[in-house]
């Protein structure tokens, strides 16, 4: 009997070993969850039995527990290495089977979908903030698309001590340009066509003879005169009474050329104070085409692409996954799970929701294995492992003694 009391904690303590190396294995493994073997004691005992007499057959194993506690997040320079911060794992599919993980380390594959170093495809929504059936994340991302100009806004100051110009307005059409000595002020700036395509137009101003607050104005796109007269008539205190805001449409010459621009010009916090002409803001809201800068994840799992153009595009939305019991996950290498019946039925969702962590971009999570007390139960696996034998070595010796009898 003592032979097979001894020869459960020689299994019981190998079997600690092993996990506990396997922790110690996996310590730089990300995602990585470490567990933990956890025993019971054995009682081979009839129905009738006497408890208190029983002396015991040693022990077994009861389960190796996974503990999914938070590991530490590392930092990197891919934007799609992501981690999640508290409750949730990724959602990960090939070929029809998902999986769930908490390695967060992704790439681009040659068709531009999200994958891990395995193949596995990242799920995620098509629309951020609205759900909907989970989809393989995708980022096609092409140039952005370029937008006309629809409206410009002009803060500046005409210089309420301005001098009626010594000549009339004059637009000489053959050079495209305004005569200098007919207008007091001019400043530029880039508006954009349905293409894309930057074009300059310019603005100038023109103190009206015989008044005290009112200015003309007059604009041109690349040598056309494309509107003016237009009147901007100032209160006593400076600032702008009436004028504008002003529609003005251009026509577009030339095969396959672009749409027409049509745009809004408003003046409405131009002011008429001082000694100077000043631009102090002179802003459109179109822009060219764009090329890809980068890639970035934000903490509700949006992925957007961002543009050489100043704008972004949101390519869709990482999906979270939990279960109410995570340690009923059944491991199935790669640092992924799948679903048991015993971690119950998977509830999805986002990132920022009352039971899901936040997404940190450009990061992943490492080992939740602590090295010291590894290091700490590895040493008492071998005690236990020691001790054990010792046992079976001693059941031995009274084994011996027996037979020796004469």
Known sequence: MPFNIGLTGLNAASTDLQVTGHNIANASTAGFKGSR?????VFAMSYTGISKTATGSGTRLAAVSQQFTQGDLEFTDNNLDLAINGQGFFILERDGVVEYTRAGQFQLDKDGYVVNSAGQR???YAT???????QDIRLTTGLATP?????????????????????????????????????????????????GLPRTMTLYFRKEPGTTNEWTFYSSLEGDLIAGPETLEFNPDGTLGTGGPFNITHTVTGPNGPENLEFEIDFS?????????????????????????????EADGTVFARFSNGTNRPLGQVALANFDNPQGLR?????????????????????????????????????????????????????????NAQVISTADTLTQTIINIR
């Open 331 to 387: 491991p199935v290498g790669g640092t992924n799970w799948v679903e048991t019946f015993e971690s119950g039925e998977r509830l999805l969702g986002q990132a920022g929701d009352s039971s899901f962590g936040l997404i940190q971009g450009g990061a992943f999570e490492n080992s939740n294995v602590n090295i010291s007390e590894q290091l700490v139960k590895l040493i008492t696996a071998q005690r236990n492992f020691q001790a």
């Open 269 to 297: 916090n131009t002011t008429q104070y001082g000694e100077r002409f000043t631009v102090n803001s002179l802003k459109q809201d179109g822009y060219a085409s764009g090329g890809l800068i980068s890639l970035d994840v």
């Open 122 to 124: 990242l799920q995620g």
């Open 37 to 41: 073997a956890e025993f019971a004691d």
């Open 128 to 134: 951020p903030g609205l759900g909907g059936p989970l």
């Open 147 to 195: 937008r006309a100009t629809t409206e410009i806004t002009a803060l500046m100051n005409l210089p309420a001590t301005a001098e009626e110009p010594d000549q009339p307005w004059a637009w000489d059409a053959a050079e495209g340009v305004a005569d200098p000595d007919g207008y007091n002020h001019s400043t530029a700036l880039s508006v954009y066509d349905s293409q």
